[in-house]
Each structure stands twice: as structure tokens, then as C-alpha cells.
């Protein structure tokens, strides 16, 4: 089995800055495609970004600018570089990989159990 950890959350002041982190580990071959994703009170799950392990990224156009997805393939480790943070930032913020993972190997999507980040004014 594959399982993520984040970490890196918290309480932060409006216009600060906050970097998550999450870890996978386990039974791993590659994880192609990795990412965040944050979910608000009484709203839907949204993509944050993503990141292959070519590198390629894919940001929510409203955060583009302010937030930065990394990875580390060798950790198996992917970030999030989050500042100029407002109060709508407010969220349960999960890692997501996809990829061939586990015993025997095989096609995974997994998720993390999330990290609550507060914004406050």
C-alpha cells in the first residue's frame, strides 16, 4: 500500500506565506502525476495544482502567481508554496498522487488525509 502524509499546515496572518509538504511512501514505481487539491467548509474539493514527474504543471487560474507546486522525485515528495495567503485560502488542503504503486503493482490513485491551513485577517 501507498500512503501520503502532508504536512506544513496552519494558522498564518493574511499576506503571509506557508510552504506544505507531502510524502509518500511505500511500495512505489512512479508516481506520474501529483498534486493538491483544498476543500473549504460547505464547498466542493478544487484543484490547487498539479505537477508530473516530467515537471509539468498545472495551477487554478485564480492561484497562479501566488502559489508554486514543486516535486521531488527522489523523495517521493511534492510541495506547495503558498503566500501572499488571504482568508479564502481558509481550506483542508490534500496531496493526490496517481501512479504504479503498491504489491503487486498496480495503477493508484491515492490521497492524503489533508492538512488544515487558516488564514486569518
Known amino acids: 500500500q501507498v500512503q501520503l502524509v502532508e504536512s506544513g499546515g496552519g494558522l498564518v496572518q493574511a499576506g503571509g506565506s506557508l510552504r506544505l509538504s507531502c510524502a509518500a511512501s511505500g511500495t512505489i514505481f512512479r508516481l506520474n502525476t501529483m498534486g493538491w487539491h483544498r476543500q473549504a467548509p460547505g464547498k466542493q474539493r478544487e484543484l490547487v495544482a498539479a505537477i508530473t514527474n516530467g515537471s509539468s504543471t498545472n495551477y487554478a487560474e485564480s492561484l497562479k502567481g501566488r502559489f508554486t507546486i514543486s516535486r521531488d522525485n527522489a523523495k517521493n515528495t511534492v510541495y506547495l508554496q503558498m503566500n501572499s495567503l488571504k482568508p479564502e485560502d481558509t481550506a483542508v488542503y490534500y496531496c493526490?498522487?496517481?501512479?504504479?504503486?503498491?504489491?503487486?503493482?498496480?495503477?493508484?490513485?491515492?490521497w492524503g488525509q489533508g492538512t488544515l491551513v487558516t488564514v486569518s485577517s
Open positions: 493526490n498522487a496517481l501512479g504504479v504503486a503498491g504489491f503487486p503493482l498496480r495503477y493508484l490513485e491515492v
